[in-house]
């Protein structure tokens, strides 16, 4: 089993930066666990929103954050991290974390994660 805990939402301005969190732990190497980031704004649709490798050499995301947001992860503290820049209204959501296991990769396909956090809310004012 793998559990994982969101971290570091709050409430910024428009053209702020954030950066979010998400700790693993359980029974699986997190060093074999391919990291996803996901949100869920009010009244839509849970959408993907960045992805990285298990070696973080392999990063995704999402046309309406790329070139304002990073993944990265650390292997040796067993966290991924979403840095967020230039942030908008329209990036206020739940932030989800996500884990992939027996997979390099996960990319945007939520199926290919098997393991959830309960998200951190992060809400952008204009």
């Known amino acids: 089993q793998v559990q994982l805990v969101e971290s570091g939402g709050g409430l910024v301005q428009a053209g702020d930066s954030l950066r979010v969190s998400c700790a693993a732990s359980?029974?699986?190497?997190?060093?074999?666990?391919?990291m996803g980031w996901f949100r869920q704004a009010p009244g839509k649709e849970r959408e993907f929103v960045a992805a990285?490798?298990?070696?973080?050499?392999?990063?995704s995301y999402a046309d309406s954050v790329k070139g304002r947001f990073t993944i990265s992860r650390d292997n040796a503290k067993n966290t991924v991290y979403l840095q967020m820049n230039s942030l908008k209204p329209e990036d206020t959501a739940v932030y989800y974390c996500?884990?992939?296991?027996?997979?390099?990769?996960?990319?945007?396909?939520?199926?290919?994660?098997?393991?959830w956090g309960k998200g951190t809310l992060v809400t952008v004012s204009s």
């Open positions: 990285i490798s298990w070696s973080g050499h392999s990063t």
């Open positions: 996500a884990a992939g296991e027996q997979i390099y990769f996960a990319g945007p396909r939520d199926s290919n994660y098997g393991h």
């Open positions: 359980g029974r699986t190497s997190f060093s074999v666990l391919a």
